[in-house]
């Protein structure tokens, strides 16, 4: 399903006229698909809520909620006669979605918080689909796809993986977002990190090293604090690129690191002295 989703949409972004590269298709295909994925993890968070008899307050609201303006259904059929498309999707999507999300960035209560990643994700994003009527094409057949089981959430990360490294392949400016996924998983295994410690890459681009860690260390009888520390405590990065720098914190969102620890950095400009002695583990990717 996953693979037959991203080779449709592949085949839509080859007419549209403001995607022109690899670049271009990760990055795009990228601000869909975490929405998509940011909706699921509501609607799993609100019917875990109602089935505790709790109130649960949704991050996205009113008509910027993914079933408002990206796939609006009426007896859980699509309802075209609602959904936006051409020139008002672009629109709506340029003038109205992204600076509402941008906004999460101020209104968050601290950075370590998925409301302040969403804020950063659409401050540096740019929507660059031109054709409103492609952009419905992407949205319906996202749509599509269900990121609700961990079994899901693995085989959507592994095939956004496989489309950041031929991101990577597309020419040399791209080279420094990922580095192979065998060399990756040696450094993983020979290192063997652990609960507890904390991993440190400080020039994260894809976040791929802090991805396959936080595979290898998550494991289905973690306590809760160990969960945690896992989600908070343990993973922390900096990358300068503005695109790698996005790529890497949706990359481990999609690995389900809901806040991920990365700062918009250039490592290289600091003073070795100053940086933090406390990690466990260093990794250049």
Known sequence: MYENAFNKIERDLRAEEG????????????WVLFLKYLHDLE???SDRAELDGEDYTP???????WGKWAAPKEGGEFDHNVARIGDDLIKFVDQELFPYLASFRQSATSPQTIQYKI??????????????YILRDVLEAIDGLSFNTQEQRHELSELYETRIKR??????????YYTPRPLIRA?????????????YDGAVGSAGFLCE????????????????ALQTKTFYGQEKKGLAYIIGIMNMVLHGIEAPNLIHS????????????????????
Do not use: W
């Open 19 to 30: 995607v022109a590269n690899e670049l271009d298709y990760v990055e795009q295909t990228s």
């Open 167 to 176: 991101m990577g392949n597309a020419g040399r400016n791209g080279g420094e």
């Open 59 to 65: 991050i996205i609201e009113g008509e910027y909620r």
């Open 119 to 132: 804020g950063e994700v659409f401050t540096e994003l740019r929507n660059k689909f031109r054709s409103g």
């Open 266 to 285: 250039n490592t290289l400009n600091e003073n070795v002295m100053d940086c933090p002695s406390s990690y466990d583990l260093g990794l250049v990717s």
């Open 213 to 228: 860690a936080y595979t290898h260390m998550r494991a289905d009888n973690l306590s809760a604090s160990d969960f945690e």
């Open 187 to 199: 450094m993983i295994k020979v290192t063997v990190p652990k609960i507890g410690e904390t991993i």
């Open 43 to 45: 609607t799993e968070r």
